[in-house]
């Protein structure tokens, strides 16, 4: 079964900085490119980033380019989202999902909110 | 970016009425070389994760009822729900994947029963 676990979200003052995982199982993850997409409170969702199998292409919305960086580490069947320079506006869950153009599998995501 | 409009915004339905939801992209996501298009449905209900439907505009993703289709080309999508059930009220949202990312998504469009 595939599984995909979210940590590392909470609480930070803007101009801050955070670091989420997401564990992978139950599919060889070096096979897939992987998505984050954060979904606001009570809003739609939104495309982040996604990185390629081997990390050798990463891409990000430009309102996170130059503060987010993605990556992963095949060994240990995890991804990763370094959140710096964080906006009241970052303020969302944020959801590992598998693949790189439409995402077949999401974890429940993790919580980050910005705030003073 | 590609900027995808969901209509309508929300939406009630009689149970085992038909329901569609339309979605229509500022831009083509239909790639004429293998003729496909772009286009991908979620379904999220409350305190859940979006779960795939269907994607290359009509692929119905495997688990998905048969009252779930899709359809349209270029620049204009349609989500039809052949026959409402009660556990199909959730928030629909189109995203296109065409070219490089951004992958955005519509705004969303609220089904209830009526």
């Known amino acids: 079964e595939v599984q995909l676990v979210e940590s590392g979200g909470g609480l930070v003052q803007p101009g801050g900085s955070l670091r989420l995982s997401c564990a992978a199982s139950g599919f060889t993850f070096s096979s897939y490119w992987m998505t984050w997409v954060r979904q606001a409170p009570g809003k739609g969702l939104e495309w982040v980033a996604n990185?390629?199998?081997?990390?050798?292409?990463?891409y990000y919305v430009d309102s996170v380019k130059g503060r987010f960086t993605i990556s992963r580490d095949n060994a240990k069947n995890s991804l990763y989202l370094q959140m710096n320079s964080l906006r009241a506006e970052d303020t969302a869950v944020y959801h590992c999902t598998r693949g790189s153009t439409y995402t077949d599998y999401w974890g429940q995501g993790t919580l980050v909110t910005v705030s003073s | 970016d590609i900027v995808m409009i969901q209509s309508p915004d929300s939406l009630a339905v009689s149970l085992g009425e038909r329901a569609t939801i339309n979605c229509k992209s500022s831009q083509s996501v239909l790639y004429s070389y293998n003729n496909k298009n772009y286009l991908a449905w979620y379904q999220q209900k409350p305190g859940q994760p979006p779960k795939l439907l269907i994607y290359w505009a009509s692929t119905r993703e495997s688990g998905v009822p048969d009252r779930f289709s899709g359809s349209g080309s270029g620049t204009d999508f349609t989500l039809t729900i052949s026959s409402l059930q009660a556990e199909d009220v959730a928030v629909y949202y189109c995203q296109q994947y065409y070219s490089t990312p951004p992958y955005t998504f519509g705004q969303g469009t609220k089904l209830e029963i009526k």
């Open positions: 990185i390629k199998q081997d990390g050798s292409e990463k």
